[in-house]
């Protein structure tokens, strides 16, 4: 149950508000334009984000396994939500209503993309940790 809070009600309930509280194109002088930068960015961010997963292989076995363990399907769903919500944000002749769906799918991936990388930041410390002290245990015990 926490799982299945985690990877899918955090961004639900993250796209959720957001969508009540996106900006809302021709309203403050905001154009769909001035909006394609936001989803640019952000669909950059995520994809750079992926890219860095799929790089995961190259870590040490006991690291790469831990890393991996702290994925989710749902969370590559959630990355797959926010990019095709960046990169339809980015199309300035859409009627301003979907923006508001744009806005939060973008915002859900964006999420869970910041949480994922926490998330992987703190296990990869820790894992990290370890090794370093099982190396110093081998090399510093006087009984070798």
């Known amino acids: 149950m926490k799982t ?9 309930a993250v796209g959720t508000i957001s969508a009540f509280l ?7 002088n905001l154009t769909a334009l001035d909006l394609a930068v936001f989803f640019s960015t952000m669909a950059v961010i995520m994809a750079t ?7 995961l292989s190259a870590f040490p076995a006991r690291i790469g396994h831990s890393i991996r363990k702290a994925l989710s ?17 980015m199309i300035p002749t859409w ?10 799918a973008t915002l859900a991936g964006a999420a869970t993309a910041v949480v994922t990388v926490v998330y992987i930041g ?17 090399h510093l015990d006087p009984s070798h």
Do not use: C, H, K
């Open 4 to 12: 299945l809070l985690v990877y899918v009600g955090a961004p639900l």
């Open 22 to 28: 996106a900006p809302t194109p021709g309203s403050d």
């Open 49 to 55: 984000l992926l890219v860095a997963l799929a790089l």
């Open 73 to 89: 399907p749902a969370t590559f769903l959630w990355f797959a939500v926010g990019e095709a919500g960046g990169v339809l944000g």
């Open 95 to 104: 009627a301003f209503e979907p923006y508001r769906y744009f806005f939060a």
């Open 122 to 138: 703190i296990v990869n410390l820790s894992a990290q940790q370890r090794e370093d002290e099982a190396y110093m245990a081998r």
